[in-house]
């Protein structure tokens, strides 16, 4: 995999969002309150890329006591496609089209788990929310096993507008989540899809279950109230893969 790319310096980080690198995260001293700082937090604001304000010695650490300027960014080490060209790409190609919606999925290994499996199911693009969720980092990279650069995955603002655009194509959304009494077995997948999976702790947002257009809970027979929710999206997928007659 290699390691983590890096941008140190208020101004290479500037040009590498203009160049249209892909940032997975800008972290930024609060007291920088110069002009070129505030011309790179327009920027961050504009492209919608995750930024956090950290200690100086954050920053330190980061850029391994190099002259960092009070600002170090972090470069993804995928590309992410546009919603909207996903959906219009895969609706050309796929009578059948298969989305994964993951709202704030914070482990990242959970991840890089969650793109194996959905790699391997035959996924047509997997949807993140920008903010909230585990980095698409080396670990997640490595936890795929390469899965990360075989499928698109994209990054959007507001997972419920999301939700809006899929159901306007005519895919339906189905929601894995315990808080139901409705069985996921008994849900058809054989139509367009896209399965959103919730966060480890939270589950699935109450905002977004209330769209939803179907809801289904996977059966748990012992004592745990929850699987793991790789596992679990790995069992979902597959009963997909199952109803499809893909196998």
């Given at each position: 995999m290699g390691k983590e790319t890096k941008i140190f310096g208020l101004r290479a980080i500037?040009?590498?969002?203009?160049?249209?690198?892909?940032?997975?995260?800008?972290?930024l001293l609060k007291e920088n309150?110069?002009?070129?700082?505030?011309?790179?937090?327009?920027?961050?604001?504009?492209?919608?890329?995750?930024?956090?304000?950290v200690p100086v010695e954050k920053l330190n650490k980061l850029s391994r006591n190099q002259n960092h300027q009070g600002a170090v960014a972090k470069i993804s080490e995928i590309a992410f496609v546009e919603l909207d060209d996903l959906i219009t790409e895969v609706i050309e190609k796929e009578s059948l089209p298969l989305f994964l919606i993951l709202d704030q999925i914070t482990d990242v290994r959970n991840l890089g788990a969650i793109i194996r499996t959905a790699e391997c199911t035959g996924v047509n693009g997997i949807i993140l929310p920008i903010h909230g969720s585990a980095p698409i980092n080396a670990d997640a990279i490595k936890t795929s096993a390469g899965a990360a650069f075989n499928i698109p995955i994209c990054k959007v603002n507001h997972t419920l507008d999301a939700i809006y655009q899929l159901q306007a194509a005519d895919i339906k959304t189905v929601a894995?989540?315990?808080?139901?009494?409705?069985?996921?077995?008994?849900?058809?997948?054989?139509?367009?899809?896209?399965?959103?999976?919730?966060?480890?702790h939270k589950g699935i947002t109450s905002s977004i279950l209330k769209i939803a257009d179907f809801k289904g809970k996977l059966p748990i027979l012992g004592d745990i109230e929850s699987l793991n929710v790789s596992v679990a999206c790995g069992v979902a997928l597959y009963e997909v893969v199952r109803q499809r007659g893909l196998s």
């Open positions: 500037i040009e590498a969002i203009n160049a249209g690198n892909d940032i997975e995260k800008v972290y309150q110069g002009a070129i700082a505030k011309e790179l937090l327009y920027l961050i604001r504009k492209n919608n890329i995750s930024v956090s304000y894995v989540t315990e808080k139901t009494s409705h069985n996921y077995y008994d849900i058809d997948l054989k139509i367009p899809v896209a399965l959103i999976m919730g966060s480890e």
